[in-house]
């Protein structure tokens, strides 16, 4: 299996509706690898690591989100797989 590893941005209403929450479950329901946070400017960042085919899907999931979010805008962009295993949500990044 080759694992292609993406970050994803997602803005809109993503904080404090249980965004990262729903994100980590669908990963890991997908048996993706990586990580969630919440950045200081509002937006959700997600490190996602597995087959580009289950990548993909997680995407479409972050377009929806849980019943309060809002997503609006999504950004992918490729990344160097930085070995996590697991899927995990981790503490906020304050961004410049």
Avoid: C, K, Y
Wanted: net charge negative.
């Amino acid at each position: 299996m080759t694992r292609s590893a993406f970050v994803i941005n997602v803005t809109g209403q993503v904080q404090g509706v249980g965004f990262r929450a729903f994100i980590r479950r669908t990963a890991l329901g997908l048996g993706l690898d990586g990580w969630v946070r919440n950045l200081s400017d509002g937006s959700v960042e997600i490190m996602v690591i597995g087959e580009a085919h289950l990548i993909d899907q997680l995407v479409e999931a972050s377009n929806v989100g849980p019943p309060a979010a809002r997503p609006e805008q999504i950004s992918v962009r490729g990344a160097e797989d930085d070995g996590s295993q697991g899927f995990v949500e981790r503490a906020t990044a304050r961004i410049d």
